[in-house]
């Protein structure tokens, strides 16, 4: 619950971070020129309304909850794995090279589970509304 409040706080600030970065991208005749985060935040809110700020709201709650079972799912079993290949024993806990070896695996994990919900997070946050009809493409 407590990550879904986070992404609910943060989710605004994504907004702007993706739309900063595909307004330095997208033609100078389409460009929004916001000036920092708080203007693309209070723009967004003004033009497109406070419901703006909240595009790929759902698929950012599942790419955190991707990634927790990516990294927790992987981790313990990535541990075994990494300390029988390095021999490492175990009895006093794992060995440092055995923790670094499944944080990588884990963290490699994690990015892979959370990548697709990224993606439709990223599209739905970029998404402008068609000129003619007005409606948006996702």
Do not use: H, W
Request: proline share 6%; aromatic share 6%.
């Amino acid at each position: 619950a407590s990550g879904s409040i986070a992404v609910c706080i943060g989710t605004p600030f994504d907004i702007a971070l993706v739309r900063l970065q595909s307004d330095s991208m997208a033609p100078v005749a389409e460009r929004k020129n916001y000036g920092n985060v708080f203007n693309a935040l209070t723009r967004t809110a003004k033009e497109e309304g406070v419901g703006a700020l909240y595009k790929g709201l759902a698929p950012n709650i599942l790419r955190g909850m991707a990634m927790n079972v990516g990294m927790l799912a992987c981790y313990d079993q990535a541990k075994e794995t990494v300390g029988k290949l390095l021999g490492d024993p175990m009895t006093d806990g794992p060995a440092l090279t055995t923790q670094i070896g499944a944080s990588c695996v884990a963290g490699f994990t994690a990015a892979l589970f959370s990548m697709p919900f990224d993606l439709i997070k990223s599209r739905l946050m970029a998404q402008k509304p068609d000129p003619t009809t007005g409606k948006m493409q996702y």
